[in-house]
């Protein structure tokens, strides 16, 4: 199974918020770990937090992870201005479908944003919802093997 991606990017700031915006995007789904957060860290760098808060400006944001460590949730809840949803078990669309209707707004609306393919991705791409692909935001800073292990995830992407 190949997974294709709306976009690619390599990191956060490399997204075109405005275009999404003139897309008619309203919603960022964002994944938590490695996307917008360093993994299991419960703190954003200076610039992703700043990123955040200034899209909360233009669209209503919100952290949809597969994360189930509560004490871990509550530490992100703590440092966030917006919505964290964890337990997502994506790529099932359930979660972020009921969300999505909670707010009172259509998969059309909304943009998932994440660095997993089998995950953020292809849940998106189940729920008929414009998907980015980033990078690790610590890339940099990865082990080897997690690494390696993206590199094979990444052979599932068509670009």
């Known amino acids: 199974m190949l997974i294709k991606p ?3 990017v390599d990191k956060l700031e490399d997204i075109d918020f405005g275009k999404l915006k003139s897309m008619g995007k309203t919603v960022l789904l964002f994944d938590l770990d490695s996307t917008i957060m360093p993994s ?3 703190a954003y760098l200076p610039e992703t937090k700043i990123l955040l808060d200034n899209l909360q400006k233009d669209f209503t944001v919100t952290i949809l992870s597969n994360n189930s460590n509560q004490k871990y949730i509550e530490k992100v809840r ?3 201005n917006f919505k964290v949803i964890s337990r ?3 790529p099932d669309t359930k979660i972020m479908l009921s969300y999505l209707k909670e707010i009172g ?3 059309e609306e909304a943009v998932l944003i994440g660095d997993r393919p089998l995950t953020d991705i292809l849940c998106g ?3 008929n919802v414009t998907t980015i692909l980033v990078d690790s935001i610590t890339k940099d800073t990865e082990s080897k093997i997690i690494r390696f ?3 094979l995830e990444r052979l599932f992407i068509r670009k």
Do not use: C, P, Q
Request: aromatic fraction near 4%; charge should be positive.
């Open 88 to 90: 997502a078990k994506k």
């Open 6 to 8: 709306d976009f690619i």
């Open 78 to 80: 703590s440092v966030s």
């Open 105 to 107: 707004k259509s998969t």
């Open 125 to 127: 791409k189940l729920a």
């Open 149 to 151: 292990v993206r590199k």
């Open 40 to 42: 299991k860290s419960g």
